[in-house]
C-alpha cells in the first residue's frame, strides 16, 4: 500500500519529505485501511523507515514491529527553485505518465533509472526469501508504480499510469510469477468519487496555492 495522506507544502514552501507526518485526513485514511484488512495475519510489515510509512503501518498493522528498508524510500525530487518557472506545472503534473523513460528525472531530482536500481533488487530480494507468507509493504507512490510495472511487464519499464492514491491497497500474489489482484483500492473512497485529480496534480494544485 502506499502512507495515507501527508502535506508537502506550507504557504507554498515545500517541507521536508524525509520528515513531514500523516495529516488528520491521513490518519483516517490509514485508519480505514486497518478496518479493510483487519482479521489478516502479516508475517511482517516493511516500511521504508520514512516517518509517512512507519505511521501507517503502525494505525494498519498495529501487532507487527514495521521493518525499515532505506532501499524503499521515495524517488528523490531536486530543488524546485531550480526547475524554470515556466516549466514547473509541466514537470508536476507530467511527471507520472505513460512508460516513463528510465532518465527521466523526477522533478529535476533523482532518475527512474536510479529508483529501479535500488527497489527492484530489494524486491528480489524480499520475494526470494521463503520465511513469510504475507507481507504487508507500506511504501511510496513511485515506488509501488516500479514493483507494479515489473509485476505486469516482468522488465524495467515504468508505467507512469498507475495511479496510486493516498492508503491505497494493492493485492499481489508473488512466486514462479506474479498475480496482480488488485489496484489502487482506497477503502475510503472505493469508486474515487472525491475527485479525478491525479496525486502530483494534488501537488501541483497545493503547490501553486
Not at 53 to 81: F, K, M, N, Q, Y
Not at 121 to 134: E, I, K, Q
Not at 137 to 149: E, K, P, T
Amino acid at each position: 500500500m502506499r502512507h495515507a495522506q501527508v502535506s508537502y507544502f506550507e504557504d507554498g514552501r515545500p517541507l521536508r519529505p524525509e520528515v513531514v507526518p500523516l495529516t488528520e485526513a491521513g490518519r483516517k485514511q490509514a485508519a480505514a485501511a486497518a478496518r479493510l484488512l483487519e482479521g489478516i495475519v502479516f508475517d511482517r510489515v516493511i516500511t521504508s523507515g520514512l516517518p509517512r510509512t512507519l505511521e501507517t503501518a503502525r494505525i494498519v498493522a498495529p501487532s507487527v514491529e514495521p521493518e525499515a528498508w532505506p532501499e524503499l524510500r521515495e524517488i528523490e525530487s531536486g530543488r524546485l527553485d531550480e526547475i524554470p518557472e515556466d516549466e514547473l506545472e509541466a514537470a508536476f503534473v507530467g511527471a507520472w505518465r505513460d512508460v516513463v523513460p528510465e532518465d527521466t528525472p523526477f522533478l529535476g531530482g533523482e532518475t527512474i533509472r536510479s529508483l529501479l536500481d535500488r527497489v527492484l533488487p530489494a524486491v528480489d530480494r524480499l520475494v526470494a526469501d521463503p520465511s513469510w507468507d504475507v507481507v504487508l509493504a507500506v511504501l511510496h507512490g513511485g515506488v509501488n508504480r516500479a514493483i507494479l510495472s515489473h509485476a505486469l511487464t516482468g522488465g524495467r519499464g515504468l508505467l507512469g499510469n498507475l495511479e496510486q492514491s493516498p492508503a491505497c491497497v494493492n493485492v499481489l500474489d508473488v512466486g514462479d510469477d506474479w498475480v496482480v489482484r488488485a489496484v489502487n483500492h482506497t477503502p475510503y473512497d472505493p469508486t474515487h468519487l472525491s475527485g479525478r485529480l491525479r496525486t502530483m496534480e494534488e501537488l501541483w494544485r497545493e503547490f501553486r496555492a
